[in-house]
């Protein structure tokens, strides 16, 4: 790899092997060679992409987000809603949540994604990986990597899943004081796509993004309603989403962006969340945390 990054017809660095410690590395000799990265590996930017983004300031290249991931795809609503002039109440993504699913192992994954362990054998999927999804640990550690690119705030207590249709996300993200879930105005949330006692909602998040913005003039809240953009009752609060993302067959834009450009598809700007190893049982003295997705530990 070290002759990958130093080759002078390569411009751009792709860091995709989800190994924080060694997509670190990867990165700071890219950046010593001159050349952008685009950071698929997100727990690496949650780690340190704070750090990361001012190494490649300092070597005059970009660091990027990867487009299709996420992340990246929230950063891109929000710039959207700033740069149109509205203010962002709070942004995020779905997810399949219920409390319990915190505790969830590698060997109980595939039940509550309604699959035998054959199937996902067949289908080589790695339970770990899914696991880490299905804890919260992935959209923790995803919500991290937009809090410190966006400026928005994390919940002061985690991320608490309210469940909601696409439709009913501008009910629930608003003031808890207007009858919502926001402790402040700002906030990233992560939307669940079951109600508290497992039923399917229609019409979710669970593989998308969105951008809860705010009319705060009654000209604005005039063309919400002329348009017929759903809001809350209040009218002051409004919603755009995409239901999917693409992951990997998105990631052109990133390299497009970065290439021709020289902008970022969402980049740190600054410190402002974490990820928390949480006991899922009673650990004993000794023990070796297995990371995310295992039988130790998830992400809040």
């Not at 693409?246 to 497009?256: N, T, Y």
């Not at 899922?280 to 990371?291: I, N, Y």
């Amino acid at each position: 790899w070290q002759a990958l990054v130093a080759h002078p017809e390569i411009e751009i660095i792709i860091e995709a092997t989800g190994n924080p410690v060694a997509a670190v590395e990867h990165v700071v000799a890219a950046f010593d060679n001159g050349k952008h990265v685009v950071m698929v590996t997100v727990e690496a930017d949650a780690l340190c992409g704070p750090l990361l983004a001012r190494r490649a300031a300092q070597a005059g290249v970009v660091y990027s987000l990867a487009f299709g991931d996420q992340p990246a795809l929230i950063c891109d609503l929000v710039d959207w809603a700033r740069a149109a002039g509205f203010p962002v109440v709070a942004a995020g993504r779905g997810h399949k949540w219920l409390p319990h699913f915190a505790r969830s192992t590698p060997e109980t994954v595939w039940g509550y994604y309604g699959l035998t362990p054959e199937q996902a054998k067949t289908g080589g999927l790695n339970p770990k990986m899914f696991n880490s999804f299905l804890d919260g640990s992935k959209p923790s550690i995803e919500s991290t990597a937009v809090c410190n690119a966006t400026g928005l705030s994390a919940p002061p207590d985690g991320l608490t899943y309210p469940p909601a249709s696409v439709d009913d996300i501008p009910f629930v993200c608003r003031p808890i004081s207007e009858g919502g879930v926001l402790h402040q105005k700002g906030e990233v949330v992560v939307i669940s796509s079951l109600e508290t006692d497992g039923r399917a909602i229609p019409y979710d998040i669970r593989f998308g993004v969105f951008v809860v913005f705010e009319g705060e003039t009654e000209y604005i809240r005039n063309c919400f309603k002329e348009y017929m953009v759903r809001t809350d009752p209040s009218g002051r609060y409004a919603c755009l989403y995409k239901r999917w993302h693409l992951i990997g067959l998105e990631v052109g834009i990133s390299v497009a962006s970065v290439g021709l450009r020289r902008e970022p598809t969402g980049c740190a700007s600054g410190w402002r969340a974490d990820v928390i190893a949480t006991a899922k049982r009673d650990l004993k003295a000794g023990e070796v945390l297995d990371g995310e997705g295992g039988y130790t530990v998830w992400g809040k």
